[in-house]
């Protein structure tokens, strides 16, 4: 998923490396705004809707919780 990787790079100005316990909130220092961004950008990268009523922000305490997320949308 190294284009999810590059879009979370994108957003947060950084080139620190990500893997699956790099926190977004916290290592990556995201911001509700950030979050909602990231959103859109998924949707318009993989080309499926994400119900934000319904998201577990969970999936932003690790890259491999919003990776795994990703996956499971793409693969339904």
């Known amino acids: 998923m190294e284009r999810l990787k590059k879009i979370i790079q994108d957003l947060c100005f950084q080139t620190q490396e990500i893997n699956e316990n790099t926190s977004l909130l916290t290592d990556l220092g995201f911001d509700s705004l950030q979050i909602l961004r990231l959103l859109v ?4 990268e993989y080309k499926f809707k994400i119900s934000y009523d319904s998201i577990d922000y969970e999936i932003f305490n690790k890259y491999g919780e919003l990776e795994a997320y990703v996956t499971s949308k793409i693969q339904s």
């Open 41 to 44: 950008e998924i949707e318009n």
